[in-house]
């Protein structure tokens, strides 16, 4: 059940954070790095891996399914992860906040968003270096993203 606590450790060497961006290229066919992040998705569960994201991430992502795709696609995205036990979800507590926030104000050379920086805050809490995300933010935070395109400059944002 999404939002549930995490009762087990994650192996960094074989879990993927999935950010925002990486989730809305999976769930649109439409999205240039649709096929290349599904192959990374299903490299990394194929390998015995598992997929990392936030209580964060989820919200942004299930409103931007549904301005963007639909109701009925935000509904099946979220009943497909839901019922996914290879889908681990971080909670964003008062700490992981707190942290997010002394980036976010620090940060001045860099457009991030909040959700960016609680996000950082969960991969390095556990030592998750690979995301799976087109968001230029997290190689330039020093994270590894996958697929690699080219950087097309396109933000998923609420406001757009």
């Not at 999976?26 to 299903?42: K, T």
């Not at 409103?63 to 681990?88: H, K, N, Y």
Request: with cysteine.
């Amino acid at each position: 059940m999404v939002g549930s606590k995490p009762t087990s450790k994650v192996s960094s060497s074989l879990a993927l954070f999935v950010d925002t961006a990486g989730w809305m290229a999976m769930a649109d066919a439409a999205d240039p790095a649709h096929e290349a992040s599904r192959r990374e998705r299903d490299s990394c569960l194929e390998g015995g891996g598992m997929l990392v994201s936030t209580d964060y991430v989820i919200d942004e992502t299930l409103t931007l399914i549904r301005v963007r795709l639909g109701l009925s696609a935000a509904e099946g995205w979220w009943a497909q992860i839901d019922a996914s036990p290879r889908i681990r979800w971080e909670r964003i507590d008062a700490s992981r906040a707190e942290k997010a926030r002394t980036r976010f104000f620090a940060w001045t050379d860099k457009n991030l968003s909040f959700t960016d920086c609680t996000s950082f805050v969960v991969m390095e809490e556990l030592s998750l270096r690979r995301a799976l995300t087109t968001d230029r933010h997290f190689s330039q935070a020093g994270f590894e993203t996958v697929p690699r395109v080219p950087d097309r400059r396109r933000r998923y944002s609420i406001g757009e």
